[in-house]
Nanobody, 123 residues
Framework: QVQLVESGGGLVQPGGSLRLSCAASGFTLDYYAIGWFRQAPGKEREGVSCISSSDGSTYYKDSVKGRFTISRDNAKNTVYLQMNSLKPEDTALYYC????????????????WGQGTQVTVSS
């Protein structure tokens, strides 16, 4: 059974840092691109970052470039999102997602989603 389980969210002050984890099971992470999405109240879900399987290339939404870093540890079957210099506008429910039929980022479609982990940036 394919599962993606996010963790690491919480409450942090502006300028602070969090590291989100996405633990995958039921499939081998090596052969899938994995993305992070987020959704804030009243807003549409948006793609934040993605990491490719084939060459390790990464993609970032413009607003998080230089602040967020996506990485993967295939031995642990886990993808991470290191978030630094957090801003209030980063507040959202963050999801990790598995690419549908692609090893490369960016991709158009994803097939499995985690339940999400809440990130709240507030003073």
């Amino acid at each position: 059974q394919v599962q993606l389980v996010e963790s690491g969210g919480g409450l942090v002050q502006p300028g602070g840092s969090l590291r989100l984890s996405c633990a995958a099971s039921g499939f081998t992470l090596d052969y899938y691109a994995i993305g992070w999405f987020r959704q804030a109240p009243g807003k549409e879900r948006e793609g934040v970052s993605c990491i490719s399987s084939s060459d390790g290339s990464t993609y970032y939404k413009d607003s998080v470039k230089g602040r967020f870093t996506i990485s993967r540890d295939n031995a642990k079957n886990t993808v991470y999102l290191q978030m630094n210099s957090l801003k209030p506008e980063d507040t959202a429910l963050y999801y990790c997602v598995r690419a549908y039929g692609s090893m490369l980022c960016p991709v158009r479609e994803y097939d499995y989603w985690g339940q999400g982990t809440q990130v709240t940036v507030s003073s």
